[in-house]
C-alpha cells in the first residue's frame, strides 16, 4: 500500500500566484485533514474532511480551500500565495476506531 | 482555543541515559496521541491512549495518560542515537478526530 501521498514535494510560488497542492490516500479513509507545520508552532490544523463532499474549517484555514469529491482525493487549494503561506504542508489520513492518523511525506512551499 | 504545550522544547542527552517529555493542557481530551518525525518526513505514530491513566509500552518507550485526561508523557530508557528527532503529542477535540498538536520536543542523543 502506497498509504498517503502527496505532491509535490517541493513549490515555490510568487505572491499572488495559486497553486493546489495534491494528497490521495488508498486505506479508504473517511476523514482526512490538511496541516501546516512552521518552525517553533507543531502542527496547525487548516481544513479538515469527513468524507466526500463534505468539509470544515480547521485552526487556520484563511487562504485556503478545499474540496473532497472522491474519498481518495482530498486538494489543497492556495487561491493568491503570500510569503506568510511559506511552510511545510501535510496531508493525513485518520483511520477509524481510536483515529490514527497516517501522514504524507510533506509539499515544502516557499512564497518570494 | 485548546493548547498543548510540551516541554522541554530542546534535549540533548548522551546514549543510555533515561528522558521524560511533558505534554499538558488544561482541556481534557478524548485521546492523545505521541509521534516522532524524522528531517523531510512526516510524523509517525507511535501511540494512541484513550484512557484516563492509561500506560503503553513500546519497546523502551513508556506513555502515560493523566487520570483528567489533561496530560501525557514520554518516557524513554536508554536512549538511543536512533531515538533522535522531533517527538510530537496531539490531542482530539471531544469524541472528533481533530487534533492539536503540541509545539514539540526536539530530541538528540549522543553517540
Known amino acids: 500500500n502506497a498509504g498517503v501521498t502527496q505532491t509535490p514535494k517541493f513549490q515555490v510560488l510568487k505572491t499572488g500566484q495559486s497553486m493546489t497542492l495534491q494528497c490521495a490516500q488508498d486505506m479508504n479513509h473517511e476523514y482526512m485533514s490538511w496541516y501546516r507545520q512552521d518552525p517553533g508552532m507543531g502542527l496547525r490544523l487548516i481544513h479538515y474532511?469527513?468524507?466526500?463532499?463534505?468539509?470544515d474549517q480547521g485552526e487556520v484555514p484563511n487562504g485556503y480551500n478545499v474540496s473532497r469529491s472522491t474519498t481518495e482525493d482530498f486538494p489543497l487549494r492556495l487561491l493568491s500565495a503570500a510569503p506568510s503561506q511559506t511552510s511545510v504542508y501535510f496531508c493525513?489520513?485518520?483511520?477509524?476506531?481510536?483515529?490514527?492518523?497516517?501522514f504524507g511525506p510533506g509539499t515544502r512551499l516557499t512564497v518570494t | 482555543t485548546q493548547l498543548l504545550e510540551q516541554s522541554p522544547q530542546f534535549l540533548s542527552i548522551q546514549e543510555g541515559e533515561n528522558l521524560t517529555v511533558y505534554c499538558n493542557s488544561s482541556s481534557v481530551f478524548s485521546s492523545l496521541q505521541w509521534y516522532r518525525q524524522e528531517p523531510g518526513e512526516g510524523p509517525v505514530l507511535l501511540v494512541t491512549v484513550v484512557t484516563g491513566g492509561e500506560v503503553k509500552k513500546l519497546k523502551r518507550l513508556t506513555f502515560q495518560f493523566g487520570d483528567a485526561r489533561k496530560d501525557s508523557s514520554l518516557h524513554i530508557t536508554a536512549a538511543q542515537p536512533g531515538d533522535t528527532g522531533l517527538y510530537l503529542c496531539a490531542g482530539a477535540e471531544g469524541g472528533t478526530y481533530k487534533y492539536i498538536f503540541g509545539t514539540g520536543t526536539r530530541l538528540k542523543v549522543l553517540a
Open positions: 493525513a489520513s485518520t483511520g477509524p476506531g481510536r483515529g490514527e492518523q497516517y
Open positions: 474532511s469527513v468524507g466526500a463532499g463534505i468539509t
